[in-house]
């Protein structure tokens, strides 16, 4: 028998860049496995370090079931904090399979004095307030949430998404299809190349999309932020990879393998 440990598993629930850095951060630690989870809805360029499975489990069962099977002695959701569903799930599946789970959810935006927010509830209302807001909009909430503008038939939108939106979309809309980080600079030539006069964006926080917020600013556009979904009560919620990396470093099972590993792990 040998005296090497098993190497600890962390399982990512991911499609985010907090998810795509931590796995390369956790890869690099001798001690550790790293699953990274995808859903597979965006393609995944860049490429992420360690294993990745891609695909749904049909419900907290099956990732219940999954994060048994595959030994997980760790589950960390760094899903987009507008994924609430596998939030939700990942949650039930932590106790079910009784694995520790974390959430990491980067920091909302803030408006400044100078922003013009309108802060909403959701996409459906989110388009309930653009008649009174804008004639031409850029619409930047990703390539699922377009149903929810496709009945209006006033305002014309410059929609901006990943890969393809998901149909059906607006009546008069231009599909631009981009990848961030973006800069103000970029942005504020966008804004003014279509001559939009207000921006509709899900609070997702983070800087790789947060360009588009201070164009607005400096333009003085209005800008309607659709709030994000609460994360369920009770779960162990920290802002960034770092403070992930903090948590797994206090995981008992997880400390020994992950410790004397170098300046990449705690
Ligand atoms: P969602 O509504 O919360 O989840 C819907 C279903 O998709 C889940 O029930 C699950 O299927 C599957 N799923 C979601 N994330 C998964 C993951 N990381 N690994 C395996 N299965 C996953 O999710 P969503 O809003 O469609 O987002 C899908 C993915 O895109 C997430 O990974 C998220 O981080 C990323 N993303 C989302 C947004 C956004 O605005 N929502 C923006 C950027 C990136 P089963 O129930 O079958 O397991």
Redesign the pocket.
Known sequence: MSDVPDPGHVAI????TE?RQLAAVLAACPGLRVTS??????STSGGYAGTV????????A??ARWLREHDVDALVD???P??????G?AARASAEASVPLVVVRRHGWAAGPEDRWHVVDCLEDAAAALPGVGARIFLT??R??MAAFAALDVPWFLVRAINTPAPPLPRHAKVLLARGPYTVEGETALLHAYRIDAVVT?D?GGRATAAKLVAARNLGLPVVVIRRPPVPDGLTVVPDASAVMEWLSRRPGLLSLMSGAGDTCP
Do not use: E, M, W, Y
């Open positions: 629930l991911g499609g985010t998810a989870l995808l859903a597979g809805r965006v499975r891609v695909g749904g489990f049909g419900g907290p099956g990732l760094a899903t987009h507008f994924a609430d569903v596998i939030t799930n909430t990703g699922q949430g899900k997702s």
